[in-house]
């Protein structure tokens, strides 16, 4: 991090400095855990914790100044504000403001994570790349993402994810984009958002705070998305397996094995590439990577190596050989979108395949007609067996002829190895808060 004086950051979060005005931070960390001599220490209230009842630790580590909500019992430097998140968000639009690189916003129902690590992949084949990391993608998370910016970052890629109106709004304010991305609108918190055109509505707030002469790349396979053909002047680009779009693909192959074998293509471009990952869905990241890489003036070769050189983050369809079974990892989240496309890739394995599905959350008023219309889908594509869990998932298991019902995590791992036999290929996925990584490890330790 660029280092900061303390008057500029209360003049930019809009808080009443007390202390050294003249002294400077070269970090700013909402983890008393991390703090060192150089750092701001923003104390948050949380659900589980008061950042404030940590602020002396904080002076011992040698932190230079403390960003809170009221006075602290220790003499240390504090820039007092009303909210310290709210400040916090001030400030990283401040620090977004000293750096003139492009700036790659991207959102989307699925598939945000793995077109992020995409499309930095490819670009840092030419470029030094600043990226999110983990899930730093929410309104805490994307200040925490800004801050990491160096004075050597040639390009920022910013990951966004939100889960009610206005969201997006007060994440762009902050990223101030060049470069739009959405990678789909699917059936994800609805409870706040209602239907398809309020996720659209939500998303697209990006929009409004893209810069002047700014670019915005669509998935041109996505019905709702493929509707936009003009925002305030700027023409989207288009990717998408479809050949309407103006980057798609052709030669689709999914070895389930090396990953999925394509060629990509734009007017008289062709590149033929292995994508290291599982699903045909992935075909549309790359497309997504060489459509913004070629505007970035990228080689064939280098999009290709870095095409190829992608590695996905977390439970995102990892695939795990046990040696007794195959374990396709994809627990980090699900939505009805995503779990089609999951079931989509079991289905292509020779071997006997399960699926272990539990509950997507966060879909409103229809949820349970949506986990019985899953359900019906897995019993449609032919999968050998349906293990659900969780009380919104019985919907589904009700749809699914001979299905195995745990009403609990807990439940499943206590009995989940009696339904697996050697050689399976097993599909897990459901939301974050299901925490079915237990699961994983459960079929982790089977053995013969």
Do not use: W
């Not at 003249?22 to 589980?48: C, H, M, P, W, Y």
């Not at 009221?70 to 977004?96: F, G, M």
């Not at 095409?307 to 627990?331: A, H, K, P, Q």
């Not at 009700?398 to 339904?419: C, L, M, P, R």
């Amino acid at each position: 991090m660029k280092p900061l004086k303390l008057s500029d950051i209360a003049s930019a979060c809009e808080g009443n400095l007390h202390g050294n005005k003249d002294a400077f931070i070269s970090n700013i960390v909402t983890d008393s855990r991390q703090v060192d001599k150089n750092s701001l220490f923003a104390a948050i209230k949380g659900e589980k914790a008061d950042g404030h009842d940590f602020i002396e630790q904080t002076k011992e580590k040698g932190a230079v100044c403390v960003l809170c909500e009221k006075e602290p019992k220790t003499d240390i430097n504090y820039i007092l504000v009303d909210s310290t998140l709210v400040a916090l968000k001030k400030i990283a639009k401040y620090y977004r403001s000293l750096f003139n690189i492009p700036f790659i916003g991207i959102t989307g129902s699925v598939g945000k994570t793995s077109t992020k690590e995409m499309i930095s992949s490819v670009l840092s084949q030419k470029f030094n790349v600043h990226k999110t990391a983990k899930n730093f993608n929410n309104e805490l998370g994307v200040p925490l993402t800004l801050f990491g910016l160096e004075e050597e970052h040639e390009i920022a890629v910013i990951e966004m994810g939100i889960s009610d109106f206005l969201e997006m709004s007060r994440l762009s304010d902050m990223v101030q984009p060049d470069i739009c991305v959405i990678t789909n609108i699917g059936y994800c918190h609805l409870e706040n958002l209602k239907d398809l055109n309020g996720v659209r509505k939500a998303k697209t707030e990006m929009f409004d705070y893209i810069k002047k002469g700014g670019k915005i790349y669509l998935n041109g396979d996505d019905e709702k998305l493929f509707e936009i053909k003009d925002v305030n002047g700027i023409v989207p680009c288009f990717y998408g397996i479809n050949a309407h779009n103006d980057y798609y693909a052709k030669n689709i192959k999914d070895t389930l094995t090396s990953g999925v074998e394509c060629t990509l293509c734009h007017k008289n471009d062709r590149i033929d590439v292995t994508i290291p990952a599982l699903g045909v869905h992935m075909v549309q990241n790359a497309l997504c990577a060489m459509a913004i890489a070629k505007d970035f003036k990228l080689s064939n070769e280098q999009i290709k190596h870095g095409i190829e050189n992608f590695t996905n983050v977390g439970s995102r369809s990892r695939v795990i050989d046990t040696g007794y079974i195959t374990i396709i990892d994809d627990c980090y989240n699900a939505n009805p979108n995503s779990v089609r496309a999951g079931i989509n890739t079991l289905k292509k394995f020779d071997s006997r395949t399960v699926a272990v599905i539990g509950d997507m959350k966060e879909l409103g008023e229809n949820e349970i007609s949506m986990h019985a219309e899953v359900g019906k889908y897995i019993f449609d594509c032919g999968i050998d067996v349906l293990i659900a869990v969780g009380s919104l998932s019985k919907a589904m298991a009700e749809n699914f002829d001979g299905s195995i019902y745990f009403e609990t995590v807990e439940d499943a791992s206590n009995k989940i190895i009696k339904y697996i036999k050697p050689k399976d290929t097993v599909l897990v996925k459901a939301s974050h808060s299901m925490h079915f990584e237990k699961l994983v490890d459960v079929l982790k330790e089977l053995k013969n």
